[in-house]
């Protein structure tokens, strides 16, 4: 037997305690939907997981009604020291929780589990931790003193890192004294189902957390409602200027996280084993649903076929499989029609000239897969290079000169992040000064921590996640016009009073 | 081996520096190969620590492991009794279990050598006798010296030299010092009848303080005409990790890729667990492929590694832990 077809080593799903049905949650409790209810399925094999509800309209009024009476009764008077024990109470809770919402978001979303286990859960954990600290030190957010919440966020999320984009979001509108309505994905609602149980556990005043479930028309009555005063959204594009459509004019504060297409630059002077492995990192991590990936590689030509040879035989070592087996690398695509939007694109890339190939690997005769796949000799102008494909598909484009790279590079409608591999310091600052990115890794890719801001340039959105700045889009100024009325006057007093008080 | 081209240098090297291998033509060729990310290479090797080889998988690389081990004793205060004891165990790992397989080599200082060979008896050669040479493990000594460290060795019956560089002349750039120095050992190593003892190089790596130099280093003790790379003596710390590891396989990989040749790598000091074990055997068939999961292409440098994998071993077969004394102490 070949050793490196490994015995399988699956995480046991025994941990998990799932309910056959979940509710809204809103309120502090869960409650019945109003629309149609429908299952959440394991893309691995198409098998119903859990019946989740729908929110219409209604319950989607319910919920902000939650949320605003959370905000007004309780979290808005709340000391942010207090916020801040309860958000370091629930970084907590997902870390002792930490290997059952691992699984559940394998088993919900297709991911491999060494991701969901090392990365996603992790992250997630940090991001509360991060902003718990936050939260009583909202006078040094940048803003000035006294900084004031907005109100009642609504937030619509995707599915490709259900529980941390949960995180990115949930975690600095608490911070900053706001309460939420989310809206998880129509795919991926089980860790945001989970999540509800742990603000639960956490004795979180009802309604300051309320998570409702439903496909688009869900999201679009909340980020429609009226009394909604901050729309936080990360997805796809097109429905990105939908939501900055009917946003405008609200008064409504928005930021939007969109797609990508970022350019992984890899100069001759490379550290090249390294830049393989941050290739791969780049575009084939969590099956290329990352809106960040390295899905343009640039490499400059003189090393061009060494590059392609090594990650041919690179790839040759990816495990594509059950998502829950601890060996797997390449886990499932997350939805029927996500593996058809891949298809068509990579058959346009084969149309229009560029040369594919595909991993030596068995897909599974079940549920949604994907082989990784690299196509070379790319043009600018190809399908391929210029929409976001959204899984484990690399374009290959080359470069001469720095020039070339950057001008190649900064090509695109997006601008959410790009890679640069060089083993030269100066050309590094050099080029990722010129690049229009909100993001730009050096000798690595699709690294996270909640301490860096995050956001697009651009088509990719606008915004920052993250990090100090990421507060700025829960805050306002002390003084801004805010959301409600009666909060107006009062923050109008204070200024005054600040204003004087300093002459 | 009696080819001619099989001696060192490397014809290869005498190509790629047109027949003069000095500090400067190896400078500009070491200096000129890509750098190694040292961020990268080591979540490259976590990443491969983190593979969970269960059950059937499991069994295999236990026993592959057994199979690559050279177990040693380099203490001063080795004894001739020591190194019989060792050989026993060599010989029978596992007192419960015949079935169990034997390591590839023992490990010993020079002057045992002798004593080595004649504790195997008929089983020398299906248990190679592995001789620590070069004034080991500082390599401080003269040329002459260490030469004559290596032949006595092989004099005595030594299958394997491992031979340290002298990473005084590495670190100051005196490249093609440490090259000829490893040309000399190479040849020291040849036999009367003309077949020659393999050579294993030892970098040192603990001593060579970056990435890059370990990368350099490997190029060119593979150039010179290493048959193995070998991390450490195990006298220094850091010794065997698994970064360093993967490092030297990838060179192996890549100078494979370019003559077709096979290089053995071999981590020595600091392997003491079957898990750890486990993690280098999955770098190296994810880094070289398969075909170097062979005692010709990989070995292990250790001494307690044999117990805790034969406790493994055991557990394995049958289904529950015992302790250290249901294994034998060498």
């Known amino acids: 037997m070949s050793f490196l077809e490994y015995a399988p080593a699956p995480e046991s799903t025994a941990i998990l305690n799932l309910k056959d049905e979940y509710g809204l949650f809103i309120g502090g409790e869960f409650v019945e939907g109003s629309g149609t209810a429908f299952s959440t399925i394991s893309p691995a094999d198409e098998r119903a997981i859990a019946t989740v509800q729908t929110a219409d309209a209604s319950d989607v009024d319910r919920a902000v009604g939650a949320a605003r009476q959370a905000y007004e009764r309780v979290w808005s008077k709340m000391s942010g020291a207090d916020r801040g024990k309860y958000l370091f109470r629930i970084a907590r809770l997902v870390q002792e929780r930490a290997r059952e919402l691992a699984v559940a978001e394998s088993l919900d979303n297709g991911k491999p589990i060494k991701e969901s286990r090392d990365v996603d859960v992790p992250l997630v954990a940090a991001w509360f931790f991060y902003y718990a600290g936050w939260a009583d030190k909202l ?9 004031q919440s907005l109100g009642v966020a609504g937030q619509v999320i995707p599915w490709n890192f259900p529980l941390l984009m949960l995180s990115w979001k949930i975690a600095p509108a608490l911070a900053a004294g706001n309460t939420v309505v989310l809206k998880p994905a129509e795919t991926t609602p089980l860790t945001a189902l989970l999540f509800a149980e742990i603000v639960q556990q956490a004795g ?27 729309v936080a959204f990360t997805g796809s594009t097109g429905v990105g200027h939908a939501i900055a459509k009917s946003v405008a004019g609200t008064g409504k504060k928005l930021t939007l996280e969109l797609g990508g297409k970022a350019a992984n630059i890899v100069f001759d002077d490379a550290p090249i084993d390294q830049a393989i492995e941050g290739i791969v990192n780049g575009i084939f991590f969590n ?16 090393i061009h076929d060494d590059v392609i040879e090594r990650l041919k035989s690179r790839l040759s070592t990816l495990r594509l499989g059950d998502p829950l087996d601890k060996n797997t690398d390449i886990g499932a695509i997350n939805s029927a029609e996500q593996l058809e939007r891949i298809r068509t694109l990579t058959e346009a890339g084969e149309a229009e000239g560029a040369e594919r190939w595909t991993a030596p690997c068995e897909l599974p005769s079940q549920g949604y897969w994907f082989a990784p796949t690299i196509f070379t000799g790319v043009s600018t102008s190809h399908r391929i290079a210029r929409e976001e494909i959204f899984g484990p598909v690399l374009s290959v484009l080359t470069f001469r000169t720095p020039a070339e790279a950057i ?97 | 081996m009696t080819d001619e081209s099989a001696l060192a240098p490397r014809t290869r090297a005498l190509q790629l520096f047109d027949g003069l291998v000095t500090d400067t033509s190896l400078r500009r060729f070491l200096e000129g190969i890509p750098g190694v990310d040292a961020v990268g290479l080591e979540q490259r090797a976590a990443a491969l620590g983190t ?59 020079g002057d045992m050598v002798a004593t080595a060979v ?45 031979m340290v560089i002298d990473r005084g002349a590495f670190l100051s750039g005196q490249y093609a010092q440490v090259f000829d120095e490893i040309v000399a050992v190479k040849r020291a190593c040849r036999r009367e009848d003309g077949t020659s003892a393999h050579l294993k190089v030892i970098l040192e790596t603990g001593e060579l303080n970056t990435y890059d130099n370990v990368r350099r280093a490997s190029w060119l003790a593979i150039l010179a005409g290493a048959d193995f790379i070998k991390t450490s003596t195990g006298k220094v710390s850091p010794a065997a990790t698994l970064p360093v590891t993967l490092l030297m396989l990838e060179v192996v990989r890549d100078w494979f890729r ?53 406790l493994q071993r055991q557990k394995l077969a049958t289904g529950h832990y015992s302790g250290p004394d249901y294994v034998t102490i060498d």
């Open chain 1, 139 to 147: 006078d040094y957010a940048g803003l000035g003193p006294n900084p």
């Open chain 1, 407 to 503: 001008a190649k590079a900064n090509n695109t409608p997006y601008g959410l992040s790009a890679g640069i591999w060089s083993d030269k310091g100066s050309r590094i600052l050099a080029v990722a000064d010129k690049l229009r990115a909100g993001v730009i890794w050096a000798n690595t890719f699709n690294r996270f921590d909640p301490a860096s801001p995050f956001g697009g340039y651009k088509e990719s959105g606008y915004g920052r996640e993250g990090g100090r700045h990421g507060l700025g889009a829960y805050l306002a100024p002390a003084g801004a016009p805010a959301a409600i009325s009666e909060k107006k006057t009062r923050t109008r007093t204070t200024r005054t009073a600040t204003k004087e008080n300093r002459k």
């Open chain 2, 51 to 109: 593979r969970s080889i269960k059950t059937t998988s499991k069994a295999a690389a236990i026993d592959t492991i057994i199979s690559m081990i050279d177990l040693t004793t380099l203490e001063g205060a080795d004894t001739p009794g020591k190194v019989r004891s060792l050989v026993a165990k060599a010989l029978v790992p596992d007192a419960g279990d015949a079935a169990c397989p034997q390591p590839a080599a023992v490990c010993v200082y």
């Open chain 2, 258 to 310: 370019l003559t077709g040749e096979r290089i053995g790598v071999k981590p020595a000091g600091g392997i003491r667990t079957s898990k750890d074990a486990i993690k280098f055997l999955v770098t190296v068939a994810e880094t070289c492929g398969e075909d170097w999961l062979t005692p010709e292409l990989f070995r292990f440098g250790a001494s307690s590694l044999l117990n805790d994998v034969l």
């Open chain 1, 204 to 230: 979180l005043p009802a309604g300051v957390v309320n998570i409702i479930t439903g496909a688009g028309s869900t999201g679009e009555a909340l980020v429609q409602h009226p009394d909604v005063n901050k």
């Open chain 2, 118 to 162: 004649d504790a195997l008896g008929a089983a020398h050669g299906q248990i190679s006798v592995a001789a620590v040479a070069t004034a080991f493990p500082s390599g401080r000594a003269s040329l002459r010296v260490k030469l004559a460290d290596t032949a006595d060795a092989v004099a005595a019956g030594a299958d394997e030299i491992d």
């Open chain 1, 287 to 302: 099956q290329g649903h990352v809106c960040c990936a390295g899905s343009r590689l640039l490499v400059q030509e003189s």
